[in-house]
């Protein structure tokens, strides 16, 4: 079974998640959503995306479509907030990429809310195997 997706942004790092999605075989892109109509054209053209693939320049177009369990944040980091927060409310697990929220009571609000609605709530991290990041971590534990 496979799992309806909405990529929220269709910028750099967007595209790269359109391009897993639509590779993986357990998920579908259902929509993508970006304010900038040039950005939504090159995304149709550069995928060949199926017509049914809504393309939506506001969140609010796709909130509530038939099949949609998940959402991946590609936005501003100032937008991650508030849209993680609409899509955990209504029941959607949440890919934000990095960082999860501008500051941490933002942050641990939106873990609260993906724990009380029984979401999944994952940040990417896209360094995650970066050496830095891994020298960084065996520093810690020491």
């Given at each position: 079974?496979?799992?309806?997706?909405?990529?929220?942004?269709?910028?750099?790092?967007?595209?790269?998640?359109?391009?897993?999605?639509?590779?993986?075989?357990?998920?579908?892109?259902?929509?993508?959503v970006d304010p900038n109509l040039d950005s939504l054209a090159a995304v149709?053209?550069?995928?060949?995306?199926?017509?049914?693939?809504?393309?939506?320049?506001?969140?609010?177009?796709?909130?509530?479509?038939?099949?949609?369990?998940?959402?991946?944040?590609?936005?501003?980091?100032?937008?991650?907030?508030?849209?993680?927060?609409a899509a955990l409310k209504q029941g959607y697990h949440v890919l934000a990429e990095k960082?999860?929220?501008?500051?941490?009571?933002?942050?641990?609000?939106?873990?609260?809310?993906?724990?009380?609605?029984?979401?999944?709530?994952?940040?990417?991290?896209?360094?995650?195997?970066?050496?830095?990041?891994?020298?960084?971590?065996?520093?810690?534990?020491?």
């Amino acid at each position: 079974m496979k799992i309806g997706i909405a990529v929220l942004g269709a910028g750099r790092w967007g595209v790269n998640l359109i391009r897993n999605f639509i590779k993986h075989p357990n998920s579908q892109v259902l929509a993508v959503v970006d304010p900038n109509l040039d950005s939504l054209a090159a995304v149709q053209k550069q995928f060949n995306l199926d017509a049914s693939v809504i393309l939506a320049a506001d969140w609010s177009q796709v909130q509530a479509l038939p099949g949609l369990e998940a959402v991946a944040i590609a936005t501003p980091a100032s937008t991650h907030y508030t849209l993680a927060a609409a899509a955990l409310k209504q029941g959607y697990h949440v890919l934000a990429e990095k960082p999860l929220a501008l500051n941490l009571t933002e942050a641990i609000e939106l873990c609260q809310l993906a724990e009380k609605h029984q979401r999944q709530l994952f940040v990417d991290h896209t360094y995650l195997f970066h050496p830095a990041v891994d020298r960084g971590q065996r520093i810690i534990q020491q």
